[in-house]
């Protein structure tokens, strides 16, 4: 074989997670596909990005495509240390922030910075596909933990989980795939039982943060301040579904001041941020959205998206935690899962099955598409629905 | 330790290596200092690149910033596969290239795609910093060959390292540190070499080739097509050096069409891609050099840097090889290299010890500068060397 055992496993293991960030599908046959598989959203950047990419371009400097420090603009990681301590009131400097190619990047070299080989980080059931490569590309061990039945932390079953081998716990806040958002007291719970178990075993637990999708919350939740609420923090941020960006992978890496051996803690991730091959994040991106920090997508867009879907879903029987943040809704499946989908995608509707969350008998839809593409797949949710409800 | 053992031994190890990237030397007390260490071009980009810019910026069209495919966009890579045919005769077709976050993005999705836990990587001395934590990023071992005084592929040497647990030989052409291009016959004799290797452990051995300076080669020297002499290659290339954009992270990893699975190849490395958090390379810039395949800078400029450098040098008594290509000199250093760079120091200018590249009794200039630069600091490289001229 040409290529690594596990590469391979993986491959096969995970082909159904490339549609999730492309559609490779052949879909010529059925007449009109509703696709709610992929998170790549089809709503336009703000103005207030195409404006400042035109003018970052037309007003071109010398040296702007050059090389740029490799944990990033010094100005760009002084305009998010702005915004981060304006938020939580913590001495957020430049020196804490490593511009990074989107939140993947970050978590790449967070996990690369802090894990020795076979230490543990602890991920929260249903999760992004990717988070388990994501701790093994840098020889550390996934111990998954599940979530309560409305997808909140359950600190029991975490706290049984936490070994002396623990590195990390890694929360992804608003959560990718079942659009909860933790609350102030469900983190405070966490950081009280990282404290005790850190000091038990004698060494620092790291509360990860992946806030990919911070700026999409809706009925006016708002997201806890993790690094107020515990010292050993990092966040993983990204200006992708901010600005509805994906493609141009940029986001950033922060270590909260609180961290004990800050210093080395910075020098690592930029280290790690160097040798993984990324060196920098886009130089251009950079430059870009130092001025838009506090820009962002209009959010009643996908409000409304939300609305229209989840009323849809409620009238027609569908059972499910109305999202109050990202644009992904996560109903229980009416039967198995993977059966479930395949019945939808005869009539032309795509999702994907809770299993590849790990979490069967549910399903994920992401919304972040056409208006239109919404309306016309709400009747195929209907039938497919009715054709179960006997079953249940 | 709050950090991996691993990274802060690396931290510590090549902290050095972090001002190849950027300068973050105190040099205020010296009135004029002339910075030879960064490999980071101080030439503007082309007009073709910063037109094709601004005409992608400007004629804006929806989802242009969404995720693009995994292994980038159809139309960048068939203009890649294009060129690529166009130069080796060989059906290079859209399948076989992976867009990346630069050459070094390239390096890293290769080595997660075909190296298992041990195996090992041939580099050859004096090389890239960066190559062996690439290795070992993806749980590689690193084998260092030295090469010949000219700095051209020893096919006895580097026979004697090959075992059966030999997974791919990296060479760097043309290769940086040294500024050597190797010839057709070189290479032909590395893979004469690799195919008997291959038959006796029945195993195909890769040739990987960082091309990351293609473009930047002088006195009509070309590059030997690595594609057409050994069919078991990987090439890790770059708009970095050709469009002089090292910033923007745009380059690409293209795999032969002659490798055996290579279906499995093409889906391991965009897997790589995937897992290891780049997801794609940047989608503004996939655009952008989708245009720009023929285009680069100015070699005139890097040529009259290089005559006005070494004829310098020469007249001074520094030995050395005129470089063949990328914007390197490698001289012998007169005394222990770490002495002689710290003697340059002295007169404000700033060169790397070739310890840095694993090869004592050098040191390396970057002439990537202003030709004023070159200009200012010839005499103080007069006066060192007058130094060491008695000590010779």
Known sequence: M??????????IASSWAV?????QSKTSQVKEICDFRLGNPEIEPPAGFTETLKAVVQNSSPGMHRYTPLAGYTETREAVARALSKESGLPFHTKHIIMTAGATGALNIIFKAILNPGEEVIILAPHFVEYPYYIDNHGGVCTVVETNSDFTINIDTLAAKITPNTRAILINNPN??????????????????LSEKSQKFGRDIFLISDEAYKFITYDNVTLPNISKIYPNTFIAASYSKQL????????????????????????????ANRILGYLSAPALMQRVITHLQETSIDITEYTERRNIFCNALEDFGYSFTRP???YYIFPKSPTDDLVFTQELAKEGILVN?????????????AFCVKKETIEKSLQGFKRVKDRFRSAE
């Open 19 to 23: 549609r999730m960030f492309e559609d």
């Open 176 to 193: 990718n795939p079942s659009g909860q958002v933790y609350t102030g007291e469900n983190i405070k719970a966490v950081a009280e039982l």
């Open 244 to 271: 509805s960006i994906p493609g141009e992978r940029i986001g950033y890496a922060a270590a909260n001041p609180g961290i004990k051996d800050i210093h080395e803690v910075i020098e690592a991730l930029t280290f």
């Open 324 to 326: 109050k943040g990202t």
């Open 353 to 365: 099955p809770g299993r590849n969350f790990r979490r069967k008998g549910y399903f994920r839809i």
């Open 2 to 11: 040409s290529i690594s055992r596990k590469v391979e496993e993986g491959v």
